[in-house]
């Protein structure tokens, strides 16, 4: 409701043709549209009343010279601000924006800005485009950034940061409260606290067992070739540094993972996002026997698309096989083919070459970080626990003056992309927030599904007392990490408090089931089938399983209260999942909308 008092003012502006507007201490929840027909007005003021936003037809006031808005309740501000060029004091102070858009670049005649004691967190980069800008107040804020262009602003003499948390890397220690100062010093010290955190991202190498994924690596790094190498059994890193410019080297985090089919629904857990892929595939294969599109899938599903290089190996046996067109259409995340041969040394120049010119198009490498997130990492690069909690990360950081709960994510985000730890926040198979060590996730889980035991004796179906024998005596909490982290991502289930059921690991040969002669049945194609779609079926229906009949590739359930039975059978042949029911024809169709 808009009092008399302010319709009087506003009345009196128009009858009067007036260019300033007194309208503070007027108890305003929301302004007037009355009041931005007003064109001719150049200064407005509206300070101390209980404003939450701006309309959007602010932007009609383009004669605006001063607006005044100290003391409000606004949180955002509408894109039409960036209307109002003849603007030269924008006074913002005491509110509770947490943001600014990005078209506050377009106060082209903005000389004074005011923002102290709001919730800003950053900056949009657009504010660096404000040439004629002298002063920018920013005390009592909660910023963790500072667009570093700030400091080529021409006409800028002073900036006001303190109290915020960047404070410490931008605050001379002989400063006082009442100092305001020189932007250029600010800026100076706020970059000493930055390096280039391009100097390192994560490369994952994937490919089938026997495809030569550690040979390619080898000639890659150490440039040699050893004919009788041993198949990587699970995950084997390494470090590896290249020249990505003749001033600048870069250090990768190279991830070699095992290419047993058993393993393949496990390496979920380590792709990540803004890396570089290579999938290493054997010349002498088809397309389909050496899975290439399956692991094209797993980037894609998990990674976000980063870039891959397909890596043709054994060149001189045979040329890469399969429509290389079709492929980059069904995946334009691929940056390319490269043709090598490990026992010629043939090739690897050209796919040296592919990588520093991929590794230069990741967007990390335009980032800037802090000192104090170096230590972070560092600390971190040198845990050996199976596991931090959440609160003990945040109590790591705040020794380092991360304090923000954003810029801890932030950085722990990045290392997750960079394989230093693993943190799923996200992922809803998770219930905690536990950090991961993923070295000691690597070493347990696939010293589990690469061990024959489980499978030929055991057939899949872990005693977890064979655990001391696997891992060594007095392991019981690392053993219990693996296992529950298997469990939460689908890997496998408990049949009982003594026995851990593993869906990859069940024997090959199919039980002497035979399917129903009067029976519904389905097919589920799949573009490509991917290995991890079983383990998930088995653990999220195991309450129908009959009589624990499963297999590599199948498994029998029951419906005991409709008498119904289905065989669920995969061919990876054709990529299809063939579903038969037998039994009551009327309740046949419930079983199958639960698989």
């Given at each position: 409701?808009?009092?008399?008092?302010?319709?009087?003012?506003?009345?009196?502006?128009?009858?009067?043709?007036?260019?300033?507007?007194?309208?503070s201490?007027q108890?305003?929840s929301?302004?007037p549209?009355?009041v931005?027909?007003?064109?001719?007005?150049?200064?407005?003021?509206?300070?101390?009343?209980?404003?939450t936003?701006?309309?959007a037809e602010?932007?009609?006031?383009t004669?605006?010279?001063?607006?005044?808005?100290?003391?409000?309740?606004?949180t955002t501000?509408?894109?039409?601000?960036?209307q109002?060029?003849?603007?030269t004091?924008?006074y913002?102070?005491?509110?509770?924006?947490?943001?600014?858009?990005a078209?506050?670049?377009?106060?082209?005649?903005?000389?004074?800005?005011?923002?102290?004691?709001?919730?800003?967190?950053?900056l949009?980069?657009?504010?660096?485009?404000?040439?004629?800008?002298?002063?920018?107040?920013?005390?009592d804020n909660?910023?963790?950034?500072?667009?570093?262009?700030?400091?080529?602003l021409?006409q800028?003499?002073?900036l006001?940061?303190?109290?915020?948390?960047?404070?410490?890397?931008?605050q001379?220690?002989?400063?006082?409260?009442?100092?305001i100062?020189?932007?250029?010093?600010?800026?100076k010290r706020?970059?000493?606290q930055?390096?280039?955190?391009?100097?390192?991202?994560?490369?994952?190498?994937l490919?089938?067992?026997g495809?030569g994924?550690?040979?390619?690596?080898?000639?890659?790094?150490?440039?040699?070739?050893d004919?009788?190498?041993?198949?990587?059994?699970?995950?084997?890193?390494?470090?590896?540094t290249?020249q990505?410019?003749?001033?600048?080297?870069?250090?990768?985090n190279v991830?070699?993972?095992?290419?047993?089919r058993?393993?393949?629904?496990a390496?979920q857990?380590?792709?990540?996002?803004?890396?570089?892929?290579?999938v290493?595939?054997?010349?002498?294969?088809?397309?389909m026997?050496?899975h290439?599109e399956?692991?094209l899938?797993?980037?894609r599903?998990?990674?976000?698309g980063?870039?891959?290089?397909v890596?043709g190996n054994?060149?001189d046996?045979?040329p890469?096989?399969?429509?290389?067109?079709?492929l980059?259409?069904?995946?334009?995340?691929?940056?390319?083919?490269?043709?090598v041969?490990?026992?010629a040394?043939?090739g690897f120049?050209?796919?040296r070459?592919?990588?520093?010119?991929?590794?230069?198009t990741?967007?990390?490498?335009?980032?800037?970080?802090?000192?104090?997130w170096?230590?972070?990492k560092?600390?971190?690069?040198?845990f050996?626990e199976n596991?931090?909690?959440?609160s003990e990360y945040?109590?790591?950081c705040?020794?380092?003056?991360?304090?923000?709960?954003?810029?801890?994510?932030?950085?722990?985000?990045?290392?997750?992309d960079l394989?230093?730890?693993?943190?799923?926040?996200?992922?809803?198979?998770?219930?905690?927030t536990?950090i991961?060590n993923?070295?000691?996730?690597?070493?347990?889980m696939?010293a589990?599904?690469?061990d024959?035991?489980?499978?030929?004796?055991?057939?899949?179906?872990l005693?977890?007392s064979?655990?001391?024998?696997l891992?060594g005596?007095?392991t019981q909490?690392?053993q219990?990490f693996?296992?529950?982290?298997?469990?939460?991502?689908?890997?496998?289930?408990?049949?009982d408090g003594?026995?851990f059921?593993?869906?990859?690991?069940?024997?090959?040969?199919?039980?002497?089931?035979q399917?129903?002669?009067s029976?519904?049945?389905?097919?589920?194609?799949?573009?490509?089938l991917?290995?991890?779609?079983?383990?998930?079926?088995?653990?999220r229906i195991?309450q129908f399983?009959?009589?624990?009949v499963?297999?590599a590739?199948?498994?029998?359930?029951?419906?005991?209260?409709?008498?119904?039975?289905?065989?669920?059978a995969?061919?990876?042949?054709?990529?299809?999942?063939?579903?038969w029911?037998?039994g009551?024809?009327?309740t046949?169709?419930?079983?199958v909308?639960l698989?």
């Amino acid at each position: 409701m808009v009092s008399d008092e302010v319709l009087r003012r506003i009345r009196e502006a128009i009858e009067q043709n007036k260019i300033d507007l007194e309208l503070s201490e007027q108890h305003l929840s929301e302004l007037p549209i009355a009041v931005t027909n007003l064109e001719q007005v150049k200064v407005l003021y509206l300070d101390n009343n209980s404003l939450t936003e701006l309309p959007a037809e602010i932007g009609a006031m383009t004669q605006l010279t001063r607006l005044y808005l100290n003391h409000n309740r606004l949180t955002t501000l509408p894109p039409e601000i960036g209307q109002l060029t003849n603007l030269t004091h924008l006074y913002l102070r005491d509110n509770y924006l947490t943001s600014l858009p990005a078209e506050i670049g377009q106060l082209e005649n903005l000389t004074h800005l005011y923002l102290r004691n709001n919730q800003l967190t950053a900056l949009p980069e657009e504010i660096t485009q404000l040439q004629n800008l002298k002063r920018l107040y920013l005390s009592d804020n909660k910023l963790t950034v500072l667009p570093v262009g700030l400091e080529g602003l021409p006409q800028l003499t002073q900036l006001d940061v303190r109290k915020n948390p960047i404070a410490p890397a931008t605050q001379n220690s002989g400063d006082t409260a009442s100092e305001i100062e020189n932007p250029t010093e600010v800026i100076k010290r706020y970059l000493a606290q930055q390096i280039n955190p391009a100097n390192e991202t994560k490369v994952m190498v994937l490919g089938r067992q026997g495809s030569g994924k550690t040979s390619v690596l080898r000639r890659l790094i150490a440039g040699d070739f050893d004919r009788n190498e041993e198949p990587t059994e699970g995950m084997t890193n390494y470090a590896w540094t290249v020249q990505l410019t003749a001033e600048r080297n870069i250090q990768l985090n190279v991830w070699d993972v095992g290419g047993d089919r058993e393993l393949y629904a496990a390496h979920q857990f380590f792709i990540t996002r803004e890396g570089l892929y290579l999938v290493v595939v054997d010349n002498s294969l088809s397309e389909m026997e050496s899975h290439l599109e399956e692991w094209l899938l797993l980037v894609r599903a998990y990674s976000g698309g980063s870039p891959v290089i397909v890596v043709g190996n054994k060149a001189d046996l045979a040329p890469l096989r399969g429509n290389r067109r079709k492929l980059c259409d069904r995946y334009p995340f691929i940056r390319g083919f490269a043709e090598v041969s490990c026992s010629a040394n043939r090739g690897f120049e050209t796919l040296r070459e592919m990588i520093i010119r991929e590794l230069g198009t990741l967007s990390r490498f335009n980032d800037n970080l802090y000192m104090s997130w170096i230590a972070v990492k560092q600390h971190l690069e040198n845990f050996t626990e199976n596991y931090l909690e959440y609160s003990e990360y945040q109590a790591l950081c705040s020794s380092k003056e991360i304090s923000q709960d954003q810029e801890q994510r932030q950085l722990l985000s990045l290392l997750h992309d960079l394989g230093i730890v693993m943190f799923y926040f996200e992922d809803p198979r998770l219930d905690s927030t536990d950090i991961i060590n993923p070295y000691s996730l690597s070493y347990g889980m696939y010293a589990i599904l690469n061990d024959p035991k489980i499978r030929e004796e055991y057939k899949g179906v872990l005693p977890l007392s064979y655990l001391d024998e696997l891992f060594g005596e007095n392991t019981q909490n690392d053993q219990l990490f693996v296992i529950d982290m298997m469990r939460r991502f689908e890997l496998g289930y408990f049949v009982d408090g003594r026995r851990f059921l593993l869906p990859t690991l069940m024997p090959d040969y199919r039980p002497p089931v035979q399917k129903w002669q009067s029976s519904l049945i389905y097919c589920y194609r799949y573009e490509v089938l991917p290995s991890v779609i079983f383990p998930r079926l088995v653990t999220r229906i195991r309450q129908f399983i009959f009589k624990r009949v499963i297999w590599a590739n199948g498994l029998v359930l029951a419906d005991q209260e409709a008498k119904n039975k289905a065989i669920v059978a995969l061919d990876q042949v054709t990529s299809g999942l063939w579903i038969w029911v037998g039994g009551d024809v009327q309740t046949a169709e419930n079983l199958v909308s639960l698989i």
